[in-house]
C-alpha cells in the first residue's frame, strides 16, 4: 500500500518559516516527480513546487521563487519544502504528491495534507 504523509505544518506569523515532510511508504522514489500543491479553502489547488528524482531538477511557481524551495532526501525517501518569509495568503492546505513510473506526468498518489496557517 503506498501512503504519502505530509507533516510539518502549523501555525507561524507571517515572514515566519516552515519546514514541510512528505515521507512515503510501499513508494521508493526513484524516476518519479514529486509535488507540493497547496488549496484554500473556496480556491482552486494550485501548484508550488515539484522535484524529479532521478535527476534533481527542481520546479517552482513563478511566484513562489525566492520564498518557497523543494528539496529532497534519498535515504530517508522524503521530500521537503521549506517556506521562508510566509505571508498570509500563504495559508492553505499543503499536498504532497507523486506520479507513477510508466505513466506519464500524471499525479497518482497523493498525501492526506497539512494545514499550514499564517497570521499577520
Known amino acids: 500500500q503506498v501512503q504519502l504523509v505530509e507533516s510539518g505544518g502549523g501555525l507561524v506569523q507571517t515572514g515566519g518559516s516552515l519546514r514541510l515532510s512528505c515521507a512515503a511508504s510501499?513508494?521508493?522514489?526513484?524516476?518519479?516527480?514529486v509535488g507540493w500543491f497547496r488549496q484554500a479553502p473556496g480556491k482552486e489547488r494550485e501548484f508550488v513546487a515539484a522535484?524529479?528524482?532521478?535527476?534533481?531538477?527542481?520546479y517552482r511557481a513563478d511566484s513562489l521563487k525566492g520564498r518557497f524551495t523543494i528539496a529532497r532526501d534519498n535515504a530517508k525517501n522524503t521530500v521537503y519544502l521549506q517556506m521562508n518569509n510566509l505571508k498570509p495568503e500563504d495559508t492553505a492546505v499543503y499536498y504532497c504528491?507523486?506520479?507513477?513510473?510508466?505513466?506519464?506526468?500524471?499525479?497518482?498518489?497523493w498525501g492526506q495534507g497539512t494545514q499550514v496557517t499564517v497570521s499577520s
Open positions: 510501499g513508494l521508493t522514489f526513484r524516476r518519479q516527480l
Open positions: 522535484i524529479g528524482w532521478s535527476d534533481g531538477r527542481t
Open positions: 504528491a507523486s506520479t507513477k513510473v510508466g505513466s506519464g506526468d500524471k499525479y497518482y498518489y
